[in-house]
């Protein structure tokens, strides 16, 4: 539990300077307190990973069971070929990414595997293997310290992540949802589809350019991807809006680096979600609360449509009658 309060607590340090000025905590708890409560601290017997602090990737609840996942020792012929790939050896373990719910039975959960990303299923009953392992790329990253999110929505497994080893692909991705469904990806290498910050659906960050933008993308269930012809085994519906988390004033303030957001939750009775914000690492260093109504995302969603024409020009908005239907 350490973790998530020392989290908690360095978002508010990051206010200490703040401009504008901020409100004041309503209460904090110190190392001090902090210290009385159980925490889990993975393979302490390992300096490595005190250093590095990243045993502990994944929490889950599920029923009255609560699951971790941490750094295994998930030896194979990865880990030996993984130190002569010129990358941190720190990263030569297997980091569990994924750890979610893949239906009654089946706990999903996918690992860097030393830079060879690599999913399993288990059963929730007793933590034993089901079937044989699957190839992880496009569903987990290749190392620890890359986010991303992974969620089973009417059976197909959505993830959001770094796709190669060089770090260069973000991609949006569905797969696993049976014969007849294809798998369908973001357009490969155009990190105009993902710049910057994202979360998709409740939880996902991609990092890429310098001034970082948040944004909120969408794609829906039932896309079946493009024809042979256009976009073929690529995303049809994806629809992004920036997130604007900002304070009024003569100019506007921006906070545009998100940094986590919550699961829905209910604000005055409407869903919502709240995220932690804070503005361009070398700009005033500032945070902010920000909450978003579903609703109101949605009809951005609806609203206004830009188009970028080519890779290098600016967006621009597009008359209603030259809308594309769908969006
Ligand atoms: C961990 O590091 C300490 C010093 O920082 C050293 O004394 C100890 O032997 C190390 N333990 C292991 C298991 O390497
Ligand atoms: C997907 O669902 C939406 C909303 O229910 C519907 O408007 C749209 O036509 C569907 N698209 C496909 C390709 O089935
Ligand atoms: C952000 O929201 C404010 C308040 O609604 C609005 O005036 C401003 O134009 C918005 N900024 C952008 C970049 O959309």
Redesign the pocket.
């Known amino acids: 539990m350490e973790l998530l309060i020392t989290a908690g607590l360095l978002s508010i340090t990051a206010v200490a300077t703040p401009f504008p000025k901020d409100l004041q905590p309503i209460s904090t708890a110190g190392p001090e307190d902090s210290r009385l409560f159980p925490s889990f601290q993975g393979l302490v017997s390992d300096n490595d990973t005190q250093r590095l602090g990243l045993d502990y990737q994944r929490m889950i609840r599920i029923n009255r069971m609560l699951y971790i996942a941490a750094r295994l020792i998930w030896r194979s012929k990865d880990v030996g070929k993984c130190t002569v790939r010129g990358k941190n050896t720190d990263e030569c373990y297997n980091y569990i990414k994924v750890l979610v719910q893949r239906n009654d039975e089946t706990l999903f959960t996918c690992g860097t595997n030393a830079f060879n990303p690599t999913c399993r299923n288990y059963r929730l009953s007793s933590l034993e293997q089901v079937g044989a392992e699957l190839v992880g790329q496009a569903r987990c990253p290749f190392e620890s310290h890359q986010a991303n999110v992974g969620i089973f929505a009417s059976g197909h497994f959505y993830s959001a992540t770094m796709s190669d080893f060089q770090a260069s692909d973000a991609v949006i991705y569905r797969s696993l949802g049976g014969e007849g469904s294809p798998v369908l990806r973001s357009v490969k290498y155009d990190s105009k589809w993902l710049r910057a910050f994202f979360f998709f659906s409740f939880l996902a960050i991609l990092y890429t350019e310098s001034v970082v933008y948040s944004r909120v993308a969408r794609v ?1 269930k ?3 991807g493009g024809s042979a012809r256009v976009l073929e085994r690529y995303w049809t519906s994806f629809l992004k809006a920036r997130l604007n988390c900002s304070i009024p004033g003569d100019s506007f303030f921006y906070f545009d680096v998100l940094q986590s957001v919550s699961g829905i939750i209910q604000i005055n009775q409407r869903p919502a979600v709240v995220g932690v914000f804070t503005t361009q690492i070398n700009s005033i260093p500032g945070s902010a609360v920000c909450g978003f109504y579903m609703d109101e995302m949605e009809r951005v969603f609806q609203g206004r449509f830009k188009e970028q024409k080519g890779t290098d020009s600016a967006w621009s908005s597009v008359p209603e009658e030259q809308v594309p239907k ?1 969006r």
């Open positions: 829906c039932n896309d079946s769908p």
